[in-house]
């Protein structure tokens, strides 16, 4: 564990912020105050960081786009920064801020390049057919857990490299607005993982919506839209309309949000052209990348993976269904959602082994899927009695803290070996309190 001194300055500027600790794979910082003055300090504290975003970045658009990243920069700028100044300049100063504070530490960064980063996700939808398969997460609450509080879990699905950057957990104290902690990688303005608690009781993730059969529309992108919910949103209605307000149709998600106030849970689909909107202070809502809502599944994906027990999806669905509905409802608390959330039981093949098909999800690990570095690359796990004091339990390389060693795996499987400068070992981690 190591720590930065409180409120250092340099050149007569005070950084406004720390990095609080460093454990278990994580590293937990804290910034504050105005938003140029908070970005500055992110950029500060975490321009180490950035210097591995600087260079992912390129290889992650044309390994998962196959366009030249210089189009991938135009397009950004066309499409995204514009709206990033005009219509959201909190954030836009914000993250001039992360710029001017990186380049203090000697890391040249542009505004434009952070904006590309952030619009990532934004951007997938562009150019990928059908969106991405990206986590499995569930929360419940009242009747359904052994307390009758809100209990949350998620991990994330990502390449590797992605994953791997997702290590920095981000206290935000604005000058205005709400407290919060947000799962994130350096230079995100937003958590791009999706996980996040509020000092109001507001708690939430999401996963994605698969084989979506629409581009975006592209509005505000919804970087911009969590971040506004994060800190300005009060309640659960507040969260729709923040959510729903010139929505882009970019990265198509289940969001799952609670409050841990009065113990209600909902989840908010957003497609394009569609939404659905589910709430209850009893029960289970669960997330595996199929939407919800047979009107969007039908309508606006060619999702035909949910009753498919031979696909990850389907698998996945059918068995997070069983552990929270039937073996453990009535019981969730913090130790069964660890239990689940690193849950390795595969519907095809009948037996518990790591696979992409698992609620932790092993890519690297299933010939089905080419042994391909993706897979389940953190945990997260919550109660309502963690999330009043902004803390919850985390384990940073996958949900079961699986070890990997990235020379052996690539020894075996030289098809992926491109990847072998850019990824770091996973270590065994176990759970620690973030």
């Known amino acids: 564990m190591s720590s930065i001194k409180r409120n250092k300055t340099v050149k007569n500027k005070t950084i406004q912020g720390n990095i609080d600790f460093e454990k278990g794979g994580w590293k937990h910082i804290t910034i504050y105050g105005e938003p140029f003055d908070r970005g500055y300090a992110h950029g500060y504290l975490l321009a180490e960081d950035l210097k591995r975003v600087i260079s992912a970045l390129p290889f992650m658009v044309d390994e998962h786009f196959q366009i030249p990243f210089k189009k991938y920069m135009e397009d950004c700028y066309k499409l995204i920064y514009n709206i990033v100044k005009q219509k959201c300049p909190e954030i836009y100063s914000e993250l ?130 969590i971040r506004k919910l994060m800190q300005y949103a009060n309640n659960l209605d507040e969260c729709i309309d923040i959510m729903s307000k010139d929505s882009a149709g970019d990265y198509s998600c289940s969001w799952l949000y609670g409050n841990i106030n009065d113990g209600e849970i909902m989840v908010h689909e957003l497609g394009r052209d569609i939404q659905n909107v589910k709430r209850t202070k009893n029960g289970v809502i669960y997330g595996m990348n199929s939407a919800l809502s047979f009107e969007i599944r039908n309508l606006e994906t060619t999702d035909t993976d949910r009753s498919n027990l031979n696909t990850s999806i389907g698998s996945r669905s059918h068995r997070l269904d069983y552990l929270l509905n039937r073996k453990h409802y009535g019981k969730i608390n913090l130790s069964i959602a660890k239990e689940i959330i690193a849950d390795h039981y595969d519907t095809k093949e009948n037996k518990t082994h790591k696979s992409a098909r698992g609620i932790c999800k092993h890519s690297e690990s299933d010939d089905a899927n080419d042994y391909s570095p993706y897979g389940a690359t953190d945990g997260k796990v919550m109660n309502s009695s963690l999330a009043k004091t902004l803390n919850f339990h985390g384990r940073f390389g996958s949900s079961c803290g699986r070890s990997l060693s990235i020379g052996s795996y690539l020894n075996k499987h030289p098809n992926h070996k491109k990847w072998f400068s850019l990824l770091d070992d996973f270590k065994s981690f176990g759970w620690v309190k973030l």
């Open 96 to 225: 001039r801020g992360i710029v001017s504070g990186a380049r203090m530490k000697g890391v040249n960064i542009s505004l434009r390049f952070l904006i590309a980063w952030n619009s990532f996700l934004s951007m997938y939808s562009m150019y990928k057919d059908g969106g991405s398969e990206r986590c499995s997460a569930f929360i419940a609450t009242g009747e359904a857990t052994e307390k009758g509080d809100v209990v949350m879990a998620h991990n994330t699905h990502s390449d590797f490299l992605t994953g791997q950057l997702l290590n920095v957990i981000m206290t935000i104290k604005p000058a205005n607005g709400n407290v919060f902690k947000m799962q994130t990688s350096a230079g995100f303005v937003a958590s791009s993982s999706d996980w996040f608690l509020c000092e109001n009781g507001l708690v939430g993730c999401e996963t994605t919506i698969a084989h979506i059969n629409f581009k975006p529309k592209f509005g505000l992108p919804y970087f911009c839209r």
